[in-house]
């Protein structure tokens, strides 16, 4: 006999409530018997998108997320056009006002919330509208017209884009506000000037620092009063004041309120059974209005609804990127300087440029952006990780000089680029396909944006614009949540979460630690597996057994993968010195397997490229006879150590940066690390090994050693830290295994140096290596430990046999 389906009844379909019975049908498809109620007499569509329906941008069908098909292909009873009236939370029914009862074994309430309407003499006048739905958009279209004259009272975000809608509808448009500056909740007073001049440019006229008495008019409205007695013409007013929680019904049936229906962290009212998400709830006394927090809420519902119970709501301090009539915005965290901050500008009127940073202490307290807001995530993520800036102060407002491949080019926003703009030059992806695929595919987050096009899944450089893509395509309701971001769909936890679970529970199973951790999927993905193997190895490196099913290809079978099927060989060649013997060896077993092609790298060493995969363990052991190790040219592990020639030969050459590489290689190779991993060594100042785009170089001086940290080449190049500098190499053996261990404890699965050390801030890497001598001396103790166990020649033990169908064809496969 099928155990008897849950009831679930979903009061109100709009985002907030629907997107949680998306999450719940991922989670559990055939559990749940679901009825949705709604007001409105549609399905559920897209209330950001109001403002392009208004304007005539798009239609309303455009706006729509959940067809009618959907409901039905998800056996989804939708009631449209009929409010819930009752709650019976005795008898655990609701009830409509026509007498419809439906019962339930779960109820969530998502009622969203209702505009506020001025308690103002003429507020119930025809042509006083509200601005929260599509009907309210369709009365403002049928009374628009050319010429005729509109007031728009509340200078917030929606006011602003309704007074934009209708101007460009051809009405003369004027906006009411009580502050003194429109959007003064995102925007700090010099913004919000500047935002003023730009859309009276554009033809709104702005009536500020204004309360409005009166809607004058007897049968219509023609006009409004302020209360200094002065008054303007209107045949339309819109109020947009702000929003209030609906929290009506919740509150007849006994559930607990105070601006919103409380909830705890489980997303439960006080009443077990029954659930709240969205605008209408109130999480550890905020409310929220914007998408980001509303989906995460929606999320922790499912997962609890599911019978999970592994997550929690913790509540969301939003950044706000804002397009406002086509203006960039961005705003985060307090950007009202208190008298403990400091604030550092930036303005330049003829860019329409203006930033403005709040520091306390070193450490981003708040920002806000105007007219340039490509940054505006790396200043969030900066305040979300309480990075110290210490090191950034000189050109922190000038932005993330490295913001990606695609660059900024002449463009001051990424809305001004062509739709054939690359945007992610690692996965070759196009403003224009990244824009469809967000309208299309109904797109709200930088994951689902990644998920579908994998723009920013690569290297991450190119997220600022992909988010700024969001902004501009979403409007104004787009927000960048600051809660943690889970490691992959198949858990809650983030990757920090994962590495202190393995040292401080003493997980050394992957099994073990997705049961415990409650892994929706029990197999893992290609996203999670590796990382978990990763973070296994370097936790409990005497212990942990490597899953080689868990590792990519190229790691799994210790050679770089090309485009025909075949792989490339890279021997260790140590500090990119070799000799007449070895050469003759490499020559000999190129001419042996008849390698198509060998090649010279950047790293100073030799690439045998087209060797077939069953010929690999045979070319492995001529190579190790030959004394030949791997080059782990395949590896998140160290690469190499490119040196020059120091005082050995060169005139310049201050320390015999050849024998220190040598050295340096000797010590770490064969190391894992969350990425790879370069090192060169420079005899001079002259950087011919150029150390100072490696993530750990040395440039040698008369005196000793500049050490220097974060750098890398390629994509996305980046220019050294530097560190310190010391006076022997015994010392720089130390730091490089103490910096080396700090980042592969510290950093996460596939987060090269560079962006670790933007993320912690060269302070607290310099606090960890170079002032604590004590915490030094034991991460290069664990360095040298972990080494034991990982300088055993993976060529070596396959070309003696291990995993030898890894390389066997197909075709003799018993």
């Known amino acids: 006999m099928a155990e008897k389906k849950i009831r679930l009844v979903v009061i109100g379909n709009g985002m907030a409530g629907i997107r949680t019975v998306e999450e719940l049908l991922k989670m559990s498809p055939d559990d749940f018997e679901i009825t949705v109620f709604g007001a409105e007499p549609h399905p559920n569509y897209n209330r950001i998108l109001l403002s392009p329906v208004l304007s005539g941008e798009m239609s309303f069908q455009d706006t729509v997320l959940n067809d009618w098909d959907w409901y039905e292909r998800n056996h989804i009873t939708l009631h449209t056009g009929k409010p819930v009236s009752k709650i019976d939370r005795y008898r655990c029914t609701v009830e409509t006002g026509d007498g419809l009862v439906v019962p339930y074994d779960r109820l969530l309430i998502a009622t969203g919330s209702n505009p506020m309407i001025l308690p103002i003499p003429g507020a119930d006048l025809p042509g006083v509208l509200a601005y929260r739905s599509i009907e309210d958009v369709e009365k403002m279209l049928a009374a ?51 935002l003023k001049q730009a859309l009276e440019k554009r033809g709104l006229q702005f009536y500020l620092s204004r309360q409005t008495e009166a809607i004058l008019g007897e049968e219509r409205v023609v006009g409004v009063r302020f209360k200094d007695g002065e008054e303007i013409p209107a045949g339309m007013v819109v109020m947009t004041a ?11 049936a006994g559930i607990h309120c105070d601006r919103g229906i409380v909830v705890s962290d489980t997303m439960q009212t006080y009443d077990p059974k029954i659930y709240s998400v969205g605008e209408c709830a109130q999480h550890r006394g905020q409310t929220y209005g914007l998408v980001a927090p509303l989906f ?37 965290g307090d950007f009202k300087a208190g008298p403990e901050d400091e604030e550092l500008l930036l303005q330049d009127a003829a860019r329409g440029v203006y930033k403005k940073l709040v520091l306390r202490n070193n450490r981003l307290r708040g920002a806000v952006m105007y007219g340039d807001t490509l940054d ?46 690359e945007i992610c030059g690692c996965n070759g992806v196009c403003k224009g396909t990244i824009v469809k695929a967000i309208i299309e595919k109904k797109l709200f987050t930088l994951e689902e944006v990644r998920a579908h096009t994998k723009a920013s899944s690569s290297c991450g450089s190119c997220t600022g614009l992909v988010e700024g893509l969001l902004a501009n395509t979403l409007g104004g309701d787009y927000s960048a949540k600051s809660s943690k971001k889970p490691i992959c769909a198949c858990t809650e936890h983030s990757h920090q979460e994962i590495q202190y679970a393995i040292r401080d529970q003493g997980f050394k199973s992957i099994p073990e ?100 995969k ?45 024998g220190l590489g040598i050295k340096i290689e000797k010590m770490t190779w064969g190391t894992w690390t969350p990425h790879k991993f370069k090192v060169a060594v420079s005899g001079c100042p002259r950087n011919c090994a150029e150390a100072t785009i490696k993530d750990f170089g040395v440039v040698c001086v008369d005196s000793g050693f500049e050490i220097h940290v974060g750098g890398n080449g390629g994509v996305k190049v980046r220019v050294t830290d530097f560190l310190c500098k010391v006076a022997t190499e015994a010392e720089v053996l130390e730091y490089c295994g103490a910096f080396m261990q700090a980042y592969r404890e510290d950093a996460h699965y596939l987060e090269r140096t560079a962006p670790w050390i933007e993320r912690v801030g060269l302070a607290y890497v310099k606090q960890r290596v170079v002032d604590d001598a004590q915490g030094r001396a034991a991460l290069y103790a664990r360095f040298l430990e972990s080494q034991r166990y990982s300088q055993d020649d993976p060529w070596k033990e396959r070309a003696q046999g291990r995993d030898a169908r890894e390389y066997a064809p197909l075709a003799t496969i018993g």
């Open 614 to 658: 069953e010929n690999l363990p045979k070319m492995w052991s001529d190579l190790v006879d030959a004394g030949f190790v791997s080059g782990h040219a395949y590896g998140k592990s160290l690469r190499t150590v490119k040196t020059c020639v120091g005082t050995d030969w060169c005139r310049f050459g201050t320390q015999d940066s050849t």
């Open 242 to 252: 702000g929003i209030r929680p609906n929290i009506a019904l919740a509150q007849s």
């Open 144 to 194: 628009a017209g050319p010429g005729k004259k509109a007031v728009v009272i509340g200078g917030g975000l929606l006011g602003l884009e309704a007074a934009n809608g209708l101007s460009l509808r051809g009405m003369e448009v004027s906006v009411v506000h009580l502050c003194d500056w429109p959007m003064e909740r995102q925007l700090d007073q010099a913004s919000g000037g500047l």
């Open 513 to 612: 630690l997705m049961q415990v951790l409650n892994w929706k999927n029990q197999d893992g993905c290609h996203i999670c597996r590796p990382a978990l193997n990763y973070y296994l190895l370097a936790a409990w490196p005497g212990e942990y057994q490597d899953d080689s099913h868990s590792r990519f290809i190229n790691e799994r079978v210790h050679a770089n993968i090309q485009k025909d099927g075949t792989y490339s060989v890279v021997p260790r060649i140590w500090g990119g010195v070799t000799s007449p013997a070895e050469l003759r060896s490499i020559a000999d077993i190129a001419e042996k397997y008849r390698v198509p092609t060998v090649k010279i790298t950047g790293g100073q060493r030799i690439d045998l490229l087209g060797v077939t």
């Open 296 to 332: 995460e809420q929606a999320k922790v519902a499912a997962n609890h609804l599911a019978r999970y119970g592994g997550m929690r709501y913790e509540g969301s301090s939003v950044s706000t990127k804002l397009k406002v009539t086509g203006i960039d915005l961005f705003s985060a």
């Open 376 to 421: 505006g995530p790396w200043y969030f993520q900066m305040m979300r990780d309480g990075t110290d800036v210490t090191e950034l102060r000189e050109h922190i407002l000038f932005g993330q000089i490295h913001i990606g491949d695609s660059g900024r080019g002449g463009a001051s926003s990424v809305a001004n680029m062509p739709d054939d703009a």
